[in-house]
């Protein structure tokens, strides 16, 4: 038995709750992962974890080994990493999850300076605004908008993103210019719907002017969708106003294809978090991820 494999295979057993998802992750046999884990209580004469036909629960033996396991593998992570010369670099599989308009307008058109200064990280990167189980879908951290919901997850806040009400020049010119937020909700106007899936309905726009006024404009929307890119092709296409990030805008605006609305007005800037499992050792290779995106942050919505 490689005691390293073995302890790799039970944390990971304790982490998604099953030996079947564990395997996946580990790209190994379920039969492989159980062998391991077994041999491992052979060895330690305990039992680490309680089966049953349903799930995977971890023993108290088995929580308190787990613990001192996880800082084991860190510290081994760490060790590899230290070593002088071309090994010092981070290296390794970085499972991430980003929003898809993050990745498409900032992240991805960066990515080949930070290859340059860790060349040996290779990352499987999933584009999506879905919620994702990061233990579950073994994934090293997410990149999110918004305010997050799930206090178990440890999270960073890399930057503040200002928002702005656009709309395209075909829209306004059948349903004509809005001079204040609420015509709106005037039965002729239309906005696109965005859906998001923490929420489960469709977000409305919160606007604040000078003097304490506030709105809150939900609109009427033909079409709802849960994907960025998609939220902005809508607008594009003339389906009705958007709410969205200057940084998704910038270059519309520039070639007369978005006309920003309410430019009196302002709304709250949208929180983007880098979120990662309490119980997962932060890997040498996701630590500097969070810091490179904590800095491309701040070049383009630095945190307020």
């Known amino acids: 038995m490689d005691r390293f494999d073995a302890m790799q295979a039970f944390a990971r057993v304790v982490e998604t709750g099953s030996f079947t998802k564990a395997a996946e992750t580990l790209d190994m046999s379920k039969t492989s992962v159980t062998q391991l884990v077994q041999q491992l209580e052979a060895r330690l004469r305990v039992r680490l974890l309680n089966r049953t036909t349903r799930k995977v629960n971890v023993t ?24 002088s010369g071309a090994s010092a670099l981070p290296r390794g599989r970085l499972r991430v999850d ?8 900032i992240l991805v058109p960066a990515l080949p300076t930070f290859h340059a200064r860790y060349p040996d990280i290779q990352f499987d990167m999933g584009v999506s605004d879905r919620v994702v189980d990061l233990i579950g879908e073994n994934v090293d951290c997410v990149v999110r908008g918004g305010e997050l919901t799930d ?7 890399v930057g503040d993103l200002p928002l702005g009400v656009y709309a395209a020049p075909a829209y306004l010119a059948r349903a004509g210019s809005p001079a204040h937020p609420r015509e709106l909700e005037h039965p002729h106007h239309r906005v696109v719907g965005f859906h998001w899936p923490r929420a489960g309905k469709v977000t409305p726009c919160i606007l604040h002017r000078e003097g304490g006024e506030r709105i809150e404009v939900q609109g009427r929307y033909v079409l709802a969708v849960d994907d960025g890119n998609a939220y ?9 106003v958007l709410w969205l990030p200057h940084y998704m805008a910038q270059a519309q605006v520039a070639r007369g294809e978005l006309v920003p609305l309410f430019e009196d007005w302002r709304l709250d ?18 630590r500097v991820f969070i810091d490179w995106i ?7 919505a630095p945190v307020r």
Not at 98 to 105: E, G, H, I
Not at 151 to 157: E, I
Not at 269 to 286: L, Q
Not at 294 to 300: D, K, T, Y
């Open 98 to 105: 980003v929003p898809s308009p993050l990745a498409r307008f």
């Open 294 to 300: 904590a800095a491309l942050m701040a070049q383009h």
């Open 151 to 157: 206090p178990s997850l440890m999270a960073r806040r």
């Open 232 to 240: 902005l092709a809508a607008g594009l296409a003339g389906l009705g």
């Open 269 to 286: 800037p949208m929180p983007i978090h880098v979120a990662y499992p309490p119980n997962r050792h932060v890997s040498a290779k996701v």
């Open 60 to 83: 108290a033996d088995g929580a308190a080994y787990y613990e001192r396991v996880v800082r084991l593998l860190g510290d081994m992570d760490d060790a590899e990493t230290s070593l």
